[in-house]
C-alpha cells in the first residue's frame, strides 16, 4: 500500500466538512480586490489622479511598510499595491487551514480512527495540502476574472490571482510543517503566524529601505516567501517566471512535511512537550483559572496586534485627512463607515469599526472555544467533578466578552496617544479617540452571543454560523460603504448602528439595544447548554 493511499477520499471528505466555510473564505477573499477597484476606479478616474493618491499613501513610512514598493498609476497596479493586505489574509487563511485538517484530527483522535481504514500514512497530510491548494487555486482565479470585468488587462489579472493564490498555497505548506512540530493545534498555530510576521517584517524592511534609497537593506524585499510574492509585480513587470521559484518553494517545504511526517508518531510532535508540574497550582482550582491558561496566549497576541493597529491609525490619520479632503467621493464612503464631522474624526471612527469588526473574530473563537473543548471531550472529565455547566461555560465567556475589551483599549490607547501627539492636544485627543474604540464593543458582544446561543442550542452549527455572521458584518462594512449599497441592507450588520466616535453624537439606545440583545441570546446559549447531552449526540 502506498503511503498515499486514500489521498482521493480524504480530500472529498474535507470538502464535505468545509462545504459551508470554505466557498465563504473564498468568496470573501475574491471579493476584496475586486470591491478596490470598483470604488477607486470612480474616486480616481484618471493617471494624474491615482499617482497623486500613491504619492499621498507613499509619504508616510508606515504605509510603504504595509503596502510594499510604490507602483505605477495604472488602476491594476494600484490595486495589486493596495490588496497587499489582503494577500497576508490569505496566507493566514491556508495556514490555519491546513492545520485544522491535520494538526486538529490529531487531537481529536480522528486521525488514528481514519489510519486504522486502508489509508497511507501521507494521505492526511496530503488532501490536506490539496484540498488547500485548490481553494487557494479558485480564489486566484475568482480574483483574475473580477479584475478583468474591472477592464484592467487580462495578463496583470492572472498574474495577480495567481499570487494571491500563491500565498494560500505557500503557507499552507508552511501549515504543515508546522503541524509535525508541536503536538497541540495552537502552538503549531503560533510557530505557523511567527513565521508569517517574519516574513512580513523582513519584506517591510526591504521595501521601506528600497524606498528610502537604502541599497544595503533593499535586498530583503526578495526574502521569500512574501518577497517573491510582491515582487511578481501584477500590472507592470508581469514576472511569470516568479511563480517558478514559488513552485520549487512550494514542493520543497511540501517535501520537509513529509519526511517529518514520517519521523514522529501519530499524536506527537517532533519538539517534546515540557512535562507539568506533579500537582496543579493553587490557581488552577477553579474553571475561570483553566480558562485563562487555555485563553491567554490568544489574547496576548490579540492585544499586542491591536496596539499595532492602533499606533497604525494615529500615526496616519493626519495624512489620510490630507487625502481625503481633495476627495469629496472618498469623503462620502468614510463618512458611511465613520459618520460626518471632522475628516481626521472620520476616518478614524471608520478604521476602528474596521478594527472592531476583526476583535471580533477573537470574540467567535473564544466562545467556540467551548466546542473545542466539548469535541475533544475535555469537558465531560471535568464536568464530572463539582464543576457546574453554568461555571465551566462562565469561565470561557470571560475571554469571549472582556477579552475583545481589552484588545479595543489597546487600540485605543495606542492610536489616542500617537494621534495627540500629532496633533499636539494629547488632553483632548486621547479620551475622544478610545471613546471610539469602547463604542464598538455591544457589535462585537452580539456576535459572540450569537455563537454561544447557537453553541448551546445546535452545537454542530456554532462554528458556520459564528463565522458566517462574521462575514456578513466584513462584506456589508466594507465592500457594501464603497458600493452603496441600501441603507437597508447595510442595517443588517451590528456595527451599522454603533454611533459614529469620534466625532459624531453618542446614543444610548442602539448600545443598549445591542447589548440587550446579546444579553439574550447568551442567557438562551447557557439555558441550552445546561439542557443538553455534554458532548452532543
Given at each position: 500500500?502506498s503511503?498515499?493511499t486514500g ?6 471528505l ?8 470554505m466557498?465563504i ?5 475574491a471579493?476584496?480586490p475586486?470591491?478596490?477597484?470598483a470604488?477607486?476606479?470612480g ?8 499617482q497623486g ?9 508606515l504605509l510603504?511598510?504595509?503596502?510594499g514598493r510604490t507602483p ?17 489574509v490569505?496566507?493566514?487563511v ?11 484530527e490529531?487531537e ?11 489509508v ?11 484540498a ?9 482565479v ?19 490571482g495567481?499570487?494571491w493564490a500563491?500565498?494560500g ?5 508552511v501549515g504543515?510543517?508546522t ?18 510576521a517574519l516574513?512580513?517584517?523582513?519584506r ?5 529601505a528600497?524606498?528610502?534609497?537604502g541599497?544595503g ?8 516567501p512574501?518577497?517573491?510574492?510582491y ?6 513587470a ?5 511563480f517558478?521559484?514559488?513552485a ?6 511540501a ?7 514520517a ?5 506527537a510532535g ?5 512535562l507539568?508540574p506533579?500537582?496543579?497550582?493553587p490557581?488552577?482550582?477553579t474553571p ?6 487555555l485563553?491567554r ?10 496596539a499595532v493597529?492602533g499606533?497604525?491609525i494615529g500615526?496616519i490619520?493626519?495624512?489620510?485627512a ?8 472618498l469623503?462620502?464612503?468614510?463618512e ?11 476616518f478614524?471612527a471608520?478604521?476602528?469599526?474596521l ?13 467556540l ?10 469537558a ?14 462562565a469561565?470561557?465567556l470571560?475571554?469571549?466578552?472582556l ?9 485605543g490607547?495606542a ?23 469602547l463604542?464598538q464593543?455591544p ?9 454561544v ?12 454560523v ?26 443588517v450588520s451590528?456595527?451599522?448602528?454603533v454611533?459614529?466616535v469620534p ?5 444610548a ?8 440583545i446579546?444579553a ?10 445546561r ?7
Amino acid at each position: 500500500m502506498s503511503a498515499f493511499t486514500g489521498t482521493g477520499a480524504l480530500v472529498r471528505l474535507i470538502l464535505r466538512r468545509d462545504r459551508v466555510l470554505m466557498p465563504i473564505w473564498v468568496l470573501c477573499l475574491a471579493l476584496i480586490p475586486v470591491a478596490m477597484a470598483a470604488g477607486t476606479a470612480g474616486l480616481y478616474p484618471t493617471d494624474a489622479a491615482r499617482q497623486g493618491y500613491i504619492d499621498d499613501l507613499s509619504s508616510t513610512p508606515l504605509l510603504s511598510m504595509f503596502y510594499g514598493r510604490t507602483p505605477g498609476p495604472s488602476l491594476g497596479a494600484l490595486i495589486f499595491w493596495r490588496s497587499a493586505t489582503g494577500m497576508i489574509v490569505m496566507a493566514l487563511v491556508g495556514l490555519l487551514t491546513v492545520i485544522r485538517h491535520t494538526r486538529v484530527e490529531e487531537e481529536a483522535g480522528r486521525r488514528e480512527l481514519v489510519g486504522s481504514a486502508v489509508v497511507g500514512r501521507h494521505a492526511g497530510l496530503a488532501a490536506a495540502l490539496a484540498a488547500t491548494s485548490g481553494a487557494s487555486l479558485v480564489t486566484g482565479v475568482l480574483v483574475a476574472l473580477g479584475m478583468i470585468s474591472q477592464d484592467t488587462p487580462a495578463a496583470g489579472a492572472f498574474a495577480m490571482g495567481l499570487a494571491w493564490a500563491a500565498a494560500g498555497i505557500v503557507f499552507a505548506a508552511v501549515g504543515a510543517i508546522t503541524a509535525q512540530l508541536s503536538s497541540g493545534a495552537g502552538p503549531a498555530r503560533g510557530i505557523g503566524i511567527v513565521v508569517l510576521a517574519l516574513a512580513f517584517a523582513l519584506r517591510a524592511v526591504g521595501d521601506v529601505a528600497a524606498g528610502n534609497g537604502g541599497d544595503g537593506l533593499a535586498w530583503l524585499s526578495w526574502t521569500p516567501p512574501l518577497g517573491w510574492i510582491y515582487q511578481v509585480q501584477a500590472y507592470e513587470a508581469d514576472r511569470w517566471w516568479m511563480f517558478a521559484l514559488i513552485a520549487v518553494l512550494v514542493a520543497a517545504l511540501a517535501r520537509v512535511a513529509f519526511a517529518l511526517s514520517a519521523r514522529r508518531d501519530i499524536g506527537a510532535g517532533l519538539l517534546a512537550s515540557r512535562l507539568g508540574p506533579a500537582a496543579a497550582a493553587p490557581g488552577l482550582r477553579t474553571p475561570l483559572a483553566l480558562a485563562w491558561r487555555l485563553h491567554r496566549g490568544t489574547l496576548y497576541a490579540w492585544t499586542a496586534g491591536l496596539a499595532v493597529y492602533g499606533l497604525l491609525i494615529g500615526g496616519i490619520a493626519k495624512s489620510a485627512a490630507d487625502l481625503m479632503a481633495d476627495n469629496r467621493q472618498l469623503q462620502e464612503i468614510m463618512e458611511r463607515m465613520g459618520g460626518s464631522s471632522a475628516v481626521s474624526d472620520v476616518f478614524i471612527a471608520g478604521t476602528l469599526g474596521l478594527g472592531a469588526t476583526a476583535v471580533s473574530a477573537y470574540a467567535i473563537s473564544a466562545a467556540l472555544r467551548m466546542r473545542g473543548e466539548e469535541a475533544g471531550q475535555r469537558a465531560e472529565p471535568l464536568l464530572a467533578t463539582p464543576v457546574s455547566r453554568a461555571r465551566w461555560a462562565a469561565g470561557h465567556l470571560v475571554f469571549a466578552l472582556l477579552g475583545p475589551a481589552v484588545a479595543m483599549t489597546a487600540a485605543g490607547l495606542a492610536a489616542g496617544l500617537t494621534y495627540g501627539l500629532s496633533t499636539g492636544d494629547m488632553g483632548a485627543q486621547l479620551p475622544r479617540v478610545l471613546g471610539g474604540a469602547l463604542v464598538q464593543l455591544p457589535a462585537v458582544w452580539l456576535l459572540a452571543a450569537l455563537t454561544v446561543a447557537v453553541f448551546g442550542l445546535l452545537p454542530r452549527l456554532a462554528p458556520a454560523v459564528g463565522w458566517v455572521a462574521l462575514s456578513v458584518c466584513l462584506l456589508l462594512g466594507q465592500v457594501g460603504a464603497a458600493l452603496r449599497l441600501d441603507d437597508a441592507l447595510l442595517d443588517v450588520s451590528p456595527f451599522t448602528h454603533v454611533p459614529h466616535v469620534p466625532g459624531g453624537s453618542v446614543s444610548a439606545t442602539p448600545l443598549l439595544a445591542l447589548t440587550g440583545i446579546a444579553a439574550a441570546l447568551l442567557l438562551a446559549g447557557l439555558a441550552g447548554v445546561r439542557r443538553r447531552d455534554i458532548p452532543a449526540g
